[in-house]
Structure formats: structure tokens, C-alpha cells
Antibody, heavy 118, light 108 residues
Framework: QVQLVESGGGVVQPGRSLRLSCVGS????????MHWVRQAPGKGLEWVAV????????YYADSVKGRFTISRDNSKNTLYLQMNSLRAEDTAVYYC???????????WGQGTLVTVSS | EIVMTQSPATLSVSPGERATLSCRAS??????LAWYQQKPGQAPRLLIY???TRATGIPARFSGSGSGTEFTLTISGLQSEDFAVYYC??????????FGQGTKVEIK
């Protein structure tokens, strides 16, 4: 079945960096745009970034632009999120999600928790 | 940026009853709207896309309607597993993709 599995979360100090990964299986990974969406503790969903199926384009939320970089390696069925200059407000569960055709997210990974704290 | 507003924030419903959730967009999103269900400790799950099309495996008691700026998610005959938080999301005009703040459906 179609599955996305994130990893790489943890506790990191403000100003430091972290890289998240998301491995896809059960589908042709290179077919589809891939996204990162985050959810701060007890809060709603916030879209973070998207990368086109071939890596040709990327877009970011204003809140992370210039600090986060989304990338993918289709040969490894893997999506990445490089997070630099982390802030306390970046603390959240980070989900990767696939967009198959239009712009709805399906499926979602199980999420990985990033905690930014000194 | 298109702002999505959901109401009410919390909806108290008895099992077997109908729940009606609303989502309003700050400008027209045509039918480019999706609904998700999220249970505690779980990832969101797609319920509805295109404002009214059920995703694969979603029971018929879930239905979506609306277009433009006003949308509704109706859950007919609430079952115990339906008590959760529901989010709407627009994909008409991006970036950014935007979500509503969520409606929690709780047991009355």
C-alpha cells in the first residue's frame, strides 16, 4: 500500500539545523509533487513547502522562506527538509504528504516531532 | 493569501445524530477544497476532495457540498470513530496552501 515514513526529528537548540527525511513506498515516487506540512503542539495544520515531481520547482511558506530547503532524491524515493536557523516557533510535528493530481494531500506520513529548545 | 475560516470551533453531537461543519474562504476557491479528519496522535486523513468527492474508502455518511466561498461537511449518523478534529483546505490559489483552524466534533 502507499506509505510515507518520516524520520530525523528530535530536540535541537535554537539557531541550529536539522534534516528531515520521508521515504515513500507503494507508488512511483517520481510521479508526484511532495509537500511538508507541520502542526505545532495543540494547534492546526500549516503548509510548509512543496517540490515538484522532478525537483524543478519549490515553494515555501513565508514563515520558513530562506531558512528551510525542500529537496528530493527520486532514485531513493526520498523527500528531505533541511531546516536551518531553527526557532522555538518551528517546534511541531512535521508531516510529509503526496499530491497526486490537484492539490489535496493523500496520503500523509505518521509525522516526526521537532522540538526547538535550549 | 486565502484565509479559511471554520465554524464552529467545537461541535457537541450525540452518537447517531448528524453533524454539520462549515468552512468559509476569504475569496472564491471554486471547488478546489478538501476535508481531512484527524484523531489524537494520528496524521490527518483525506475525506473529501473537489468539495464533494469522497476519497477512497471513506464511508457514505461523510458528504461535502458547496463551491465558491461556502462549504459544508456533513456527517450523517455519527459513529464513535467519527469523533475527531476536521480541517478544510483550499488548493485553488497557492502558494500558500491554506487550512482552516479546525472543528472538533465531540461526544455530547
Amino acid at each position: 500500500q502507499v506509505q510515507l515514513v518520516e524520520s530525523g526529528g528530535g530536540v535541537v537548540q535554537p539557531g541550529r539545523s536539522l534534516r528531515l527525511s520521508c521515504v515513500g513506498s507503494g507508488f512511483t515516487f517520481s510521479c508526484c509533487a511532495m509537500h511538508w506540512v507541520r502542526q505545532a503542539p495543540g494547534k492546526g495544520l500549516e503548509w510548509v513547502a512543496v517540490i515538484y515531481y522532478d525537483g524543478s520547482n519549490e515553494y515555501y511558506a513565508d514563515s520558513v522562506k530562506g531558512r528551510f530547503t525542500i529537496s528530493r532524491d527520486n532514485s531513493k524515493n526520498t523527500l528531505y527538509l533541511q531546516m536551518n536557523s531553527l526557532r522555538a516557533e518551528d517546534t511541531a510535528v512535521y508531516y510529509c504528504a503526496r499530491v497526486l493530481t490537484m492539490g489535496w494531500f493523500d496520503p500523509w506520513g505518521q509525522g516526526t516531532l521537532v522540538t526547538v529548545s535550549s | 493569501e486565502i484565509v479559511m475560516t471554520q465554524s464552529p470551533a467545537t461541535l457537541s453531537v450525540s452518537p447517531g445524530e448528524r453533524a454539520t461543519l462549515s468552512c468559509r474562504a476569504s475569496q472564491s476557491v471554486s471547488s478546489n477544497l478538501a476535508w481531512y479528519q484527524q484523531k489524537p496522535g494520528q496524521a490527518p486523513r483525506l475525506l473529501i476532495y473537489g468539495a464533494s468527492t469522497r476519497a477512497t474508502g471513506i464511508p457514505a455518511r461523510f458528504s461535502g457540498s458547496g463551491s465558491g466561498t461556502e462549504f459544508t461537511l456533513t456527517i450523517s449518523g455519527l459513529q464513535s470513530e467519527d469523533f475527531a478534529v476536521y480541517y478544510c483546505q483550499q488548493y485553488h490559489n497557492w502558494p500558500p496552501y491554506t487550512f482552516g483552524q479546525g472543528t472538533k466534533v465531540e461526544i455530547k
